[in-house]
């Protein structure tokens, strides 16, 4: 089948006339056609690059950020995989700075807390960050620090209060834990603005985790001192925000005594509540179930996001009946708080990830409007694809009931078969979408599967002929990382 899908993407792009049909205007037809005879990792880079300069800086589809920081984070990110550090520190300076905005993980629990899960990060310190990791790993002490400097003057930027804090104190604690603990004191010290206390309180308690795994607890406890002082004297609410934040880290590190004391500490009870999910989240992680659950017991009024953590941990730690006790409480909390569709997915996802369909599917029937069903299904199809049970994926897509919702599910499990390098399965549920936009997405993972599995031309072959730029570059850049392991051998 592989040599089936190889004539087939090859056929289509001589079908083109060229392969370099669908590319950017940017890209020379004789640089593409130079790159697809003889292939090397500067060269797709460079096409990759030239690809994510078309694209628009904010655009999602079917929930997925295919905007011009998004990528262009990929692509130094890739840049930095292949050694070309310089690359990449000109590839992260052409990211738009402050306003521009992107979805990413939380750092870290503590940092975000309930209110903000998937928190608007800005790419551009974000990748500054990684690169200054990388540099202070190879020993460029100098350029590192240079660049956490670039990376936190980015940061600062940013208005919005609780994205500020959030990438401040990701930079920091990269520097921290990249071995520079000194320097990341000094920047967090010479912190400025109107709410510099606040940014202080929030960033320090990273630099008291990376001394913790450093071996060097007393210093740690110096410097959660030093959060606690800055966040006492910073005004309500932003107070409690960082309190909770603090409380949370020494619980990360395993100091539940300190946590709790810093939760006295805070004078508003709802405030108080609302630092208890990071502490039992921390517990829970640590395999602490009873310590998690008395936890829990303190929360005035439990948040549903916190919960769902929680009883994943527990399933993780092999206490499934805790975790099922503990999902019952985030859904009794989802049906007594009005949740929204988003957090009764996030819901069915757990239970997913916990290995429990049964109860997922139970919970997806709570969401009262059809329309918003697909999406958990979706979500719950692609863990899973992702679980490697493709069978069980493909049976729930089929409780999906209007095809016009298939792109919710089919791609994401088209896109884990072309990861698991079954290409041929890959292909054949990218065929399953009707529309070609819809097959974008599986087309590109597709390609770049092909590559690591050694056939760099079907690979490129594949990419040229996808019409549109960000799922193209998104196969040039990892065809690209595919061949800087090759080259390395």
Same mark, same amino acid.
């Given at each position: 089948m592989k040599r089936i899908v190889t004539a087939l993407v090859i056929g289509l792009s001589l079908m083109m006339g060229t392969v370099s049909g669908a590319l950017a205007s940017d890209n020379s037809a004789e640089a593409i056609e130079a790159c697809y005879q003889a292939p090397t990792?500067? @060269?797709?880079?460079?096409?990759?690059?030239?690809?994510?300069?078309?694209?628009?800086?904010?655009?999602?589809?079917?929930?997925?950020?295919?905007?011009?920081?998004?990528?262009?984070?990929?692509?130094?990110?890739?840049?930095?995989?292949?050694?070309v550090i310089k690359a990449a520190l000109a590839t992260a300076k052409m990211i738009e700075d402050a306003d521009e905005t992107g979805h990413c993980e939380c750092p870290a629990f503590r940092i975000c807390g309930w209110?903000?899960?998937?928190?608007? @990060?800005?790419?551009?310190?974000?990748?500054?960050?990684?690169?200054?990791?990388?540099?202070a790993e190879s020993g460029d002490i100098k350029a590192s620090r240079s660049t956490f400097t670039l990376a936190i003057n980015s940061a600062k930027a940013i208005e919005d209060t609780r994205d500020r804090v959030t990438m401040l104190s990701a930079v920091v604690e990269a520097q921290a834990k990249a071995g520079d603990i000194k320097s990341a004191l000094a920047l967090v010290k010479v912190f400025e603005g109107d709410d510099e206390l606040y940014d202080r309180s929030m960033a320090l308690p990273g630099i008291a985790v990376a001394q913790v795994e450093a071996g060097d607890i007393k210093a740690s406890q110096s410097t959660f001192t030093l959060a606690i002082d800055s966040a006492k004297t910073t005004e309500f609410p932003l107070s409690g925000w960082a309190l909770s934040s603090i409380a949370a880290a020494q619980a990360e590190v395993g100091d539940i005594e300190a946590a709790f004391a810093t939760v006295k500490i805070i004078e508003n009870p709802e405030f108080r509540s609302m630092a208890m999910p990071g502490i039992a989240l921390a517990q829970a992680n640590s395999?602490?179930?009873?310590?998690?659950?008395?936890?829990?017991?303190?929360?005035?009024?439990?948040?549903?996001?916190?919960?769902?953590?929680?009883?994943?941990?527990?399933?993780?730690?092999?206490?499934?009946?805790?975790?099922?006790t503990t999902f019952t409480l985030a859904i009794n909390s989802a049906k007594a708080n009005d949740a929204e569709p988003w957090e009764l997915q996030d819901i069915t996802i757990a239970q997913v990830e916990a290995g429990d369909i049964k109860a997922a599917l139970a919970t997806l029937k709570m969401i009262e409007n059809p329309s918003d069903r697909p999406i958990s299904l979706g979500r719950i199809a692609r863990a899973q694809a992702e679980a490697g049970d493709i069978e069980a994926a493909l049976s729930t897509v089929k409780i999906i009931e209007n095809p016009h919702d298939l792109p919710w599910a089919l791609p994401g499990i088209a896109v884990e078969q072309a990861k698991a390098g079954d290409i041929e399965a890959a292909f054949?549920?990218?065929?399953?979408?009707?529309?070609?936009?819809?097959?974008?997405?599986?087309?590109?993972?597709?390609?770049?599967?092909?590559?690591?599995?050694?056939?760099?031309?079907?690979?490129?072959?594949?990419?040229?002929?996808?019409?549109?730029?960000?799922?193209?570059?998104?196969?040039?850049?990892?065809?690209?990382?595919?061949?800087s392991g090759v080259e390395a051998e």
């Open positions: 990792t500067h @060269c797709l880079l460079a096409l990759a690059l030239a690809e994510a300069k078309t694209l628009e800086n904010d655009v999602s589809r079917y929930g997925i950020d295919v905007s011009r920081p998004r990528l262009l984070q990929e692509i130094a990110e890739a840049q930095l995989k292949a050694g209110w903000n899960t998937n928190p608007a @990060c800005r790419y551009r310190p974000m990748v500054l960050r990684g690169i200054a990791v990388v540099q395999s602490d179930i009873k310590g998690s659950l008395a936890t829990l017991k303190l929360i005035k009024e439990p948040r549903i996001i916190e919960l769902t953590r929680i009883a994943l941990a527990q399933a993780r730690a092999g206490d499934i009946k805790a975790s099922q054949s549920t990218a065929m399953m979408l009707k529309n070609a936009s819809d097959r974008l997405e599986p087309m590109s993972y597709i390609a770049v599967a092909q590559a690591k599995g050694g056939d760099i031309k079907a690979a490129l072959a594949i990419a040229f002929i996808i019409e549109d730029a960000y799922w193209r570059s998104k196969a040039l850049t990892g065809i690209a990382v595919a061949l």
